[in-house]
């Protein structure tokens, strides 16, 4: 459904904050002042954040740094919480273009390369961390990431829920990483240190504490210097296991290994079945949709330039 399509019966109203980022929610009537837009609003509010966190996002506090009252920011935005989802839309980004020869790649390297994308996102936008998972995402970038997820999985022998099992196993890793590597940060940025300090000084803390006779498990790892290493990265170690779990329940399903009785019923395995007979009328159906989507794509674009242009004039 673009700007211009008529209501269909059946079609779900969407929150505004949702039509808001697919572009399809009614614009507000602008007064003579035409320098306050929703994308200003978006731009100043995730500045704020970036700058200082996602607390101090406030209607008041966005309003203050435009010029304008809070009461005007409210004809463009509803709520506090329709501002979250539209920086969450604007954090989040699309992924990047695959460039020549991406398809080509194996898809362990591809699916490494995802989840190194998004963790460049956590980086650049610590406050995306904050931002309460609230079930399946339905904003166009969010969906764009799922998409391009499920995309790489698209020609392992895996049924579509397996595909999406993955893909939610990834992104939560990733997602932990970025958890664990903003907190270190923080700290060390609190403190005036690097975040290597914070694992040293532990590390002599742990040395002094934990004894053989108390802990010996956890003794020998103090006494190997897992706790100080700069070079192992356990993050990085994670996700690699996680590719490595992927990669063998992926070979064991092309061998026509089942899973244990205990977990896949009749219907369930009758599913697997059915799902093998129809892979290539599915990959097919890929194609199609994905050429559709590029045509939606540039067809939102197009949209754009030219509302944009109307502004203008």
Do not use: C
């Not at 362990?108 to 399946?136: F, K, M, N, Q, S």
């Not at 000084?201 to 053989?212: E, F, I």
């Not at 329940?249 to 205990?262: D, E, K, L, N, Q």
Request: a negative charge.
């Amino acid at each position: 459904m673009t700007p211009d399509s008529p209501a269909r019966a059946g079609d779900p109203e969407l929150p505004r904050a949702v039509a808001l980022a697919w572009g399809v929610a009614a614009n507000p009537q602008r007064g003579p002042k035409r320098e306050l837009s929703i994308e200003r609003i978006v731009d100043v509010a995730v500045g704020i954040a970036d700058t200082e966190g996602l607390a101090a996002v406030s209607m008041s506090r966005v309003a203050q740094a435009l010029g304008f009252t809070t009461m005007s920011l409210y004809r463009y935005v509803s709520a506090k919480d329709d501002l979250l989802t539209l920086m969450q839309e604007f954090g989040t980004g699309v992924p990047a273009e695959p460039v020549p020869g991406d398809e080509a790649l194996p898809w362990r390297e591809r699916l490494r390369r995802h989840a190194h994308e998004v963790l460049g996102r956590y980086r650049e936008h610590p406050w995306l961390l904050d931002i309460p998972i609230e079930g399946t995402p339905v904003t166009p970038n969010q969906l764009a990431w799922m998409d391009s997820a499920l995309d790489i999985l698209a020609e392992l022998p895996l049924s579509e829920h397996e595909r999406v099992a993955i893909m939610l196993l990834v992104t939560g890793q990733t997602r932990w990483q970025g958890i664990i590597e903003r907190s270190y940060t923080e700290t060390a940025s609190a403190a005036g240190i690097v975040p290597q300090a914070i694992d040293d000084a532990r590390d002599a803390m742990l040395d002094a504490l934990v004894t053989a006779e108390e802990f010996p498990a956890l003794r020998r790892a103090v006494d190997a210097g897992v706790f100080r290493a700069e070079d192992d990265d356990p993050m990085a170690f994670g996700l690699e296991r996680v590719l490595d779990g992927t990669e063998a329940y992926v070979a064991a399903r092309a061998a026509g290994a089942h899973t244990p009785p205990s977990t896949r019923t009749d219907a369930e395995e009758a599913t697997v079945l059915a799902d093998k007979k129809v892979r290539e009328a599915q990959k097919a159906r890929r194609e199609a949709e994905k050429r559709l989507r590029e045509a939606r794509k540039v067809e939102r674009l197009a949209i754009k330039e030219a509302r944009a242009r109307q502004t203008r004039s």
